[in-house]
């Protein structure tokens, strides 16, 4: 009895693994053939990978757009880290009844609806004359409202007795977050890190609004433009759609076990 | 007196504190308040203007009383509500039962079966919109498969019907969305303790018994914040309209987003009645939120 | 602490709106600058002589095909002129209509290039909606006269000239000989036709050689619109207002767009790459289109396709008052930007090339198959060349020949809005989803709800 239940677990947890990842194989095989086999169905890698490469830099600008991707998504997240995580640690340390009430009005922010902010953001930025810039494409999500909390509840696991003691000894407050706090807090770290890093990165509405100058074309705007042209080259498009998504990809590789680790330290409170 | 004295210092050193928790939250608050909490008020002193473009002129509720009479955005909103409905609960479920059995102790190749089904999310969402597109068109692969396969005799058109147009793109939201989902789920699960499991089985119940008992309601909180998570999430959905099917067969697909950006974008510029577009989400999405914490307060 | 941080914020607040205004004060310096543009037709003549530094001009424009002719006149006028580059991106057409709306809204149009490409459909609407974002080039010394006068008004506002006219929007018919031979037919037997002789042709080809004659994108209502231009039918009254409801020429249109699809005379694809397929795969036996259909036409990978290709006249309404076989589609002009820095190489590099040089309309007619509207070039031998492609036979100036006789029609500024609801409208009926009455009148209400604002 317990042998068939296992073997159930495993079929479906193989199903299911299997239909997460096709749709992604697909990608990667559709990338190194070209367009005929994509469009015949063929599901074996090919040999057009360079080819598609070429035929892709010839199209678009891959090394602007992804440079740009590059240095918004990274800027971003460190700054969004900075700051959120400096919040979270100071609604939780100092925490009073003010700051309790600060932090539910802040809540609400999550409720915000990208599409309501949209026009009057676009008109704040255009009229500062900060449009195609990078402060245009960061500024607006560097404080969410998901991040402060996520490192609030994952402060409640950081020991106070740290804290009383450091400051025995004589350290300042912004040295005790910086040299204790931030070291121990590696996993909640990179959970944060991991999910900002994506919203920055695939971020498409924002951009496609206030990055109007090709200069600043990030990738998922490459993309999205590969796939409106009037020809499409479907090896070309899905190396386009494969080199879009390795960063994130691999960033989710290389943080997974800390990524689970940083989310659990918030669900945990 | 000296007593006294220690109080008043102990009060500088506790104002200190509160002092600089202040100074280390006002950066964060500060650009909630001027980048979402700003444009609100903007937006909802915009929504009561009228005109194309910059000439706007004050017209009290007239866009609220225009939304009432606007078919395209009534469509919208129905859209909206059918991936609401059958999308959230779907994915959360899915989510659930991925997340319990991959809780199963003795487990091998767990991690394994973790990654596979989270990497969805790293795609973009332009990326797997695109995707999407491409296996589902009409020359796509999945008709070259189920031709091949004998189960239609003749291509089909998927994204331009309209019923099939919308299945698209739910499973494409629940293909995506799942796995992050899950990791949430997974995250709650290892809070709840084994020998809660164990005092159930010895009381003769079983793995469905024990899910429905132990699991669900310990994991209330996080099942709270992953269905208001994805309620707003839904109702705001922008890339996958635009991308995979935009916005149609005449208009089936089409989300509230994305008509606002329509209505601001692509059309002559009606940024007031975008506004007011917005305001609808906006409440939606706040009564929402509410009636979950209500809800799952009560259980 | 606390007054500490918050001064610090001040400060990098400060700093921020500081430099935002400096980028804003150097923005609009340009743009003023474009005030005494009128006074330019006199500098353009030292324009030429002091290419000092290395000067830029970027363009926009979509599809690989514009580029490329872009890209001709750029090596042409770069090769006479050390220091210049021109700088071609490709940006989509929607694109561009989003960005020129939103920089002229927001008053920032320093992230337009300087030389953009417009569709001919929406240049009215833009021009009156944003005619700050257009440089005003009559007085330019660009000879207008040489272009063909129906597409030069595309462009014309207040009897001033926005725009440098491009590629040709006259409407051909383009069918494969072979397959019409297989049914019995010839070109003959399709030029100068009504729709209803086309679709009895229609018939007996589809049962002779199963093939669709027409290919369309579905819920685009391109060919609806070719229609409704060759029989001189506006769905824009004089006044601007929306005109569909009891528009008897547009409902005849419709009931003969819906009978080629019932007919299985039309065949209807998913989107333009699945059109574009079904021309160059050779499952159609042919298309009605704007001349620039003809570059598709020449882009598929099937040798045999070569020499079986002829082009005549598309089908008139059939007894509609003022119906002819001549229509409007597409077609793109080129617009100057007026916040660009390079008004004067813009204009000297469009009356070297674009309103100047025969030569140029050669290379790009040889080489890409580009059709342009400039006069003296349709007088040129490579007008006047037979095309092995099509039948032999001189294609290029019958298409010219064409362009005299379109209808003009009123457009709005409510194009885009009026072309959307109409494609709704031709998607609702033919899903059975609506009857073309209730169609049409929910289109013009949609229309109208939009004007509305």
Same mark, same amino acid.
């Given at each position: ?56 830099? !010839? ?111 004589? !350290? ?98 | ?9 102990? #009060? ?28 609100? /008020? ?18 009290? #509720?007239?866009?609220?009383?225009? #939304? ?16 609401? /409905? ?26 394994? $079966?973790?990654?596979?089904? $989270? ?50 793109? /739910?499973?494409?939201? /629940? ?68 991308? #995979? ?55 | 602490?606390?007054?500490? +941080? ?18 804003? &004060? ?15 037709? @006199? ?5 030429? @002589? ?136 010839? %070109? ?7 729709? &209803? ?6 018939? +007996? ?37 929306? &005109? ?23 065949? @209807? ?77 813009? +204009? ?71 072309? @959307? ?7 609702? %009926? ?24």
């Amino acid at each position: 009895m317990k042998r068939v239940k296992k073997i159930a677990a495993y079929l479906f947890l193989t199903v299911a693994s299997v239909i997460s990842v096709f749709p992604l194989y697909w990608m990667i095989s559709a990338a190194t053939n070209n367009s005929t086999d994509v469009l015949g169905g063929r599901l074996l890698p090919g040999l057009h990978l360079i080819e598609n490469y070429k035929e892709l830099i !010839l199209q678009q600008n891959v090394g602007r757009s992804f440079g740009n991707s590059m240095f918004y998504s990274c800027t971003l997240s460190l700054l969004s880290l900075l700051v959120c995580s400096i919040a979270g640690y100071g609604f939780e340390v100092y925490h009073d009844k003010r700051k309790d009430t600060v932090m539910s009005i802040l809540l609400l922010a999550m409720m915000v609806p990208f599409a309501a902010t949209l026009i009057p953001l676009f008109k704040l930025f255009t009229g500062l004359g900060l449009q195609s810039t990078w402060i245009a494409y960061i500024l607006p999500t560097i404080s969410t409202p998901f991040l402060i909390m996520l490192f609030r509840q994952s402060t409640r696991t950081f020991p106070r007795e740290i804290i009383e003691a450091a400051r025995i000894d004589g !350290l300042s407050e912004i040295k005790i977050f910086a040299k204790l706090y931030f070291p121990t807090m590696k996993s909640t770290y990179a959970a944060a890190m991991t999910v900002t890093f994506m919203n920055a990165w695939n971020n498409y509405l924002w951009p496609k609004v206030i990055m109007m100058s090709a200069d600043s074309q990030t990738m998922p705007m490459m993309v999205a433009n590969l796939s409106a042209g009037y020809s499409i080259d479907y090896g070309v498009l899905m190396l386009g759609v494969l080199i879009c998504s390795l960063p994130t990809g691999i960033l989710f590789l290389i943080l997974q076990r800390s990524f689970t680790n940083g989310i659990l330290g918030a669900v945990k409170g | 007196m000296r007593t006294s004295g220690r109080t008043s210092k102990r #009060l500088t050193i506790n104002q200190k504190y509160s002092l600089t928790g202040w100074g280390f939250l006002a950066p964060a608050a500060i650009l909630i308040c001027v980048m979402n909490f700003y444009p609100m /008020i903007q937006a909802l002193v915009l929504s009561f203007q009228t005109g194309i473009g910059n000439n706007l002129q004050f017209g009290g #509720l007239s866009n609220y009383a225009r #939304l009432l009479k606007d078919p395209v955005f009534r469509t919208a909103l129905v859209n909206n509500f059918v991936y609401l /409905i059958i999308q959230v609960p779907i994915m959360l479920i899915l989510a659930l039962i991925l997340a319990s059995v991959l809780n199963i102790k003795d487990l091998k190749g767990k991690g394994i $079966f973790r990654t596979a089904i $989270f990497l969805p999310c790293c795609t973009s969402l332009v990326s797997y919109a695109i995707i999407f597109k491409t296996l589902f068109s009409y020359d796509g692969y999945v008709n070259t498969v189920l031709m091949n396969l004998g189960l239609i005799s003749e291509r089909v058109n998927w994204l331009s019907q309209e019923g099939s147009a919308k299945v698209i793109i /739910i499973l494409a939201l /629940i293909w995506r969305w799942t796995g992050y989902n899950m990791v949430f789920y997974l995250a709650g699960l290892q809070n709840i303790d084994d020998s809660l499991y164990e005092a159930a089985k010895i009381d003769g119940a079983n793995a469905i018994q024990s899910f429905f008992k132990i699991t669900v309601p310990m994991l209330k909180p996080t099942i709270l914040l992953t269905t208001i998570m994805s309620t707003n999430g839904t109702l705001q959905l922008f890339d996958e309209s635009v991308n #995979l099917t935009g916005g149609g067969p005449a208009n089936s697909t089409l989300t509230m987003s994305h008509y606002i950006y329509k209505a601001s974008f692509e059309y002559n510029p009606q940024f007031g009645y975008a506004a007011a577009m917005s305001y609808v989400i906006f409440i939606l999405v706040a009564i929402l939120a509410f009636v979950q914490m209500k809800v799952g307060d009560k259980r | 602490m606390k007054k500490k +941080v918050l001064s610090i914020l001040m400060t990098a607040m400060m700093a921020l709106s500081l430099a935002a205004c400096g980028s804003t &004060d150097n923005s609009t310096a340009p743009a003023a600058g474009t005030d005494s543009q009128p006074a330019t037709a @006199e500098s353009v003549k030292t324009e030429a @002589e002091t290419p000092a530094g290395e000067q830029t001009l970027k363009v926009w424009c979509w599809d690989s095909f514009n580029v490329d002719a872009m890209k001709t006149a750029g090596a042409m006028y770069e090769a006479e002129h050390p220091g210049v580059s021109i700088v071609v991106e490709e940006t989509l057409s929607k694109d561009i209509q989003t960005i020129v709306q939103t920089c002229a809204m927001s008053g920032q149009l320093d992230s337009l290039p300087d030389v953009f490409l417009m569709d001919d459909q929406v240049f009215t609407k833009y021009l009156q909606n944003y005619p700050e974002v257009f440089a005003d080039l009559t007085d330019s010394g660009i000879a207008f006269s040489d272009f063909a006068a129906s597409k030069v008004a595309n462009s014309v506002s207040g009897g001033k000239n926005f725009g440098v006219p491009y590629d040709s929007n006259t409407v051909i018919a383009c069918y494969r000989t072979d397959y019409l031979e297989q049914a019995g037919y010839t %070109v003959a037997d399709l030029t100068d036709i009504t729709w &209803d002789q086309f679709i009895e042709i229609g018939k +007996v080809v589809k049962e002779k050689t199963g093939m669709p004659m027409l290919t369309n994108v579905q819920g685009e209502p391109d060919l609806l619109n070719m229609i409704l231009q060759s029989a001189g039918i506006s769905v824009f009254d004089e006044d601007g207002k929306i &005109d569909l409801v009891d528009n008897e020429g547009l409902k005849e249109a419709m009931e003969v767009y819906m009978t080629l699809v019932k007919e299985g005379i039309l065949q @209807e694809q998913v989107d333009w790459s699945g059109y574009q397929g079904s021309i160059n795969n050779g499952t159609v036996v042919g298309t009605i289109n704007g001349s620039w259909i003809c570059a598709t036409i020449m882009s598929t990978d099937q040798a045999e396709q070569e020499g079986n290709w002829a082009v005549t006249n598309m089908p008139k309404l059939n007894d509609y008052a003022g119906a002819t076989n001549y229509s409007a589609q597409g077609g793109s002009t080129w617009a100057v930007c007026s916040a660009s820095k390079n008004y004067d190489l813009a +204009v000297d590099f469009f009356k070297s090339t674009w309103a100047g040089s025969t030569e140029f309309y050669d290379s790009i007619l040889t080489d890409l198959g580009a059709i342009a509207t400039y006069l003296p070039a349709a007088e040129s031998e490579a007008y006047n060349q037979k095309s092995a492609y099509f039948n032999d036979e001189a294609i290029y100036s019958k298409i010219v020949s064409y362009g005299g006789k379109i209808p003009t029609v009123n457009k709005g500024i409510y194009w885009t809005e009026e072309k @959307e609801a109409l494609g709704i409208a031709l998607s609702k %009926v033919i899903n059975g989803k609506s009857d073309l009455d209730a169609a049409i009148a929910e289109a013009q209400s949609t229309v109208e709800f939009n004007m509305g604002q």
